[in-house]
């Protein structure tokens, strides 16, 4: 009885194997749940940080001449009449403006500070990356109720070698402080025009696309 236990069991091992494989979604990654292609309900994303290499627009009333056009420099700060060395990037631009009102009050009495942003890169945690087989690899950034769809459209599609659908999603879990990794389908999505296949994307969200073996 116990060996015919034991060779039932062994024949039933490559059918458990291949179902468990068919579970872990590919190589062991989770795959994100499909959105549309255009949201149903447009909403704002995540307040905007300032990003190297932003350009920004300082205006203070009354005081034309304390008002500039500034861009955020590589080591995330500005200078403007009066305020040389603030730290600017990782700040929202109502936090950069009220720096800007403490340190300008040393010179004017309570000045009234705005600042827009008017050309956008974003930090590295607000970009979207696209690397590997495509046209175009480059850092998007992030725009609100953004895709899979609209970030390969910014890239140029894939590469006439791309194996779309082995490429991978990397996305940072705040709330578990680890880093994730899940299955996308490009070739589904751009070559096969499965609508299943797009998923919407996050800030800081990087896509690795790997070249096809043959």
Same mark, same amino acid.
């Given at each position: 009885m116990r060996l015919g236990q034991t060779g039932r069991m062994l024949a039933l091992l490559p059918m458990m194997a291949v179902a468990l494989s068919g579970c872990m979604g590919g190589g062991g990654r989770a795959e994100l749940p499909p959105t549309t292609f255009v949201? @149903?309900?447009? /909403?704002? /994303?995540?307040?905007?940080? *300032? /990003? !190297? #290499? %932003?350009? #920004?627009?300082?205006?203070?009333?009354?005081? !034309? %001449?304390? @008002?500039?056009?500034?861009?955020?420099? =590589? %080591?995330?700060? *500005?200078t403007t009449p009066l305020i040389s060395d603030m730290p600017a990037v990782g700040k929202t631009p109502a936090m950069l403006a009220d720096d800007l009102k403490y340190a300008l009050s040393e010179y004017i009495? %309570?000045? *009234?500070? @705005?600042? *827009?942003?008017e050309g956008f890169s974003g930090t590295f945690s607000q970009q979207i990356r696209v690397v590997g087989a495509t046209e175009k690899p480059a850092s998007i950034p992030y725009r609100a109720n953004m895709t899979l769809l609209d970030a390969m459209i910014a890239v140029g599609g894939l590469s006439e070698f791309a194996a779309g659908n082995r490429a991978r999603l990397i996305r940072f879990d705040k709330a578990s402080g680890r880093q994730r990794e899940y299955r996308v389908r490009l070739s589904d999505l751009l070559k096969n025009g499965d609508t299943s296949a797009?998923?919407?994307?996050? =800030?800081?969200?990087?896509v690795i696309i790997p070249e096809s073996m043959f």
């Open positions: 949201a @149903s309900r447009e /909403g704002p /994303g995540e307040e905007y940080v *300032i /990003g !190297p #290499l %932003d350009t #920004l627009q300082v205006f203070v009333w009354r005081n !034309p %001449d304390l @008002s500039a056009k500034v861009q955020v420099r =590589p %080591d995330g700060r *500005i009495k %309570d000045p *009234i500070v @705005s600042v *827009i942003v797009n998923v919407r994307l996050e =800030p800081g969200d990087v």
